[in-house]
């Protein structure tokens, strides 16, 4: 998979098919996470938790913090004990 950042999201292509993104709007330091999808048949293979992951990197490189308005991005920082450092405090 490939991962391609522009315009306030993360898109995921296999090949030149977007299959996934994550969005954000960023506000100052914070980028509030407000959209994943991953398209139905990479469903249960882990691939929305790598867009999160790649949303926290992104985070950590800028040095700003994350507001997971996303239920399932919240749900996967809040499971994952090394995302937790970029939520917002």
Do not use: W
Request: net charge negative; proline share 3%; with cysteine.
């Amino acid at each position: 998979m490939d991962f391609q950042h522009q315009d306030n999201r993360i898109a995921m292509f296999d090949g030149s098919e977007e299959v996934g993104f994550v969005s954000y709007v960023e506000n100052g330091d914070v980028l509030t996470v407000d959209h994943t999808e991953v398209a139905p048949q990479l469903s249960g293979q882990g691939m929305g938790k790598e867009l999160v992951g790649k949303m926290v990197e992104h985070a950590r490189n800028e040095g700003k913090s994350i507001d997971p308005q996303c239920p399932y991005a919240k749900k996967v920082i809040d499971d994952t004990k090394e995302f937790q450092d970029v939520l917002v405090k």
